[in-house]
């Protein structure tokens, strides 16, 4: 089962993500946006797992949220990778002031290992993806559209963390939570 752990955007946030989706796909550029009711971000890619993993897995998370407090998070700025110049992915970006989101990264990762998940190589650069460019067509419209685009800081509580299940499917992948872990209070 293909896997991954990450947290929502709350209704609100998600709402103002749309609200900026939508003006860019006025661009037309040749990009498999995001449905809305998908946005997440994504705090660890798992892969494809054996469902006798799950246990560990649910109880590695839990020890992490038990040490680490319900966060303020921030959605902030419209960014592009590899840059806005020349975008593969666009999203909005996701940041804590105090580097708790990072450092609770960095907690899953260490104790992922000895699950057998390796630590990513590039650097954690939490964000909700609104669309994944297929091609050049149309993107002379929609960089500077990017450039210009703005939007406006939200601050909201992080609450909880999910596993989710992927299943990738023909018109792109369909999101399903298994489990649900709280952040400590």
């Known amino acids: 089962m293909r896997t991954f752990i990450s947290f929502d955007p709350p209704d609100d946030v998600r709402a103002a993500i749309t609200t900026?989706?939508?003006e860019?796909?006025?661009?037309?550029?040749?990009?498999?946006?995001?449905?809305?009711?998908q946005f997440h971000s994504t705090v660890k890619f798992l892969g494809e797992i054996n469902e006798d993993l799950l246990p560990n897995i649910r109880s590695e998370?839990?020890?992490?949220?038990?040490?680490?407090?319900?966060?303020?998070?921030?959605?902030?700025?419209?960014?592009?990778?590899?840059?806005?110049?020349?975008?593969?992915?666009?999203?909005?970006?996701?940041?804590?002031?105090?580097?708790?989101?990072?450092r609770m990264k960095e907690e899953i990762d260490r104790r992922f290992v000895p699950l057998g998940f390796a630590v990513e190589d590039r650097s954690f650069h939490p964000h909700v993806t609104l669309g994944r460019v297929r091609s050049t067509r149309n993107l002379d419209?929609?960089?500077?559209?990017?450039?210009?685009?703005?939007?406006?800081?939200?601050?909201v509580t992080l609450t909880k963390l999910f596993v989710m299940k992927s299943i990738l499917q023909p018109r792109g992948a369909v999101y399903s939570v298994i489990d649900t872990i709280h952040l400590a209070t």
């Open 20 to 22: 900026v989706q939508n």
């Open 61 to 102: 998370l839990r020890s992490v949220s038990s040490l680490f407090r319900q966060m303020q998070i921030s959605y902030e700025a419209i960014g592009g990778f590899p840059n806005l110049r020349h975008p593969r992915v666009v999203w909005i970006g996701c940041t804590s002031d105090d580097g708790h989101l990072i």
């Open 141 to 155: 419209h929609l960089t500077p559209m990017l450039e210009k685009c703005t939007f406006e800081r939200r601050r």
């Open 24 to 37: 860019l796909k006025r661009a037309d550029a040749d990009v498999s946006w995001e449905q809305p009711r």
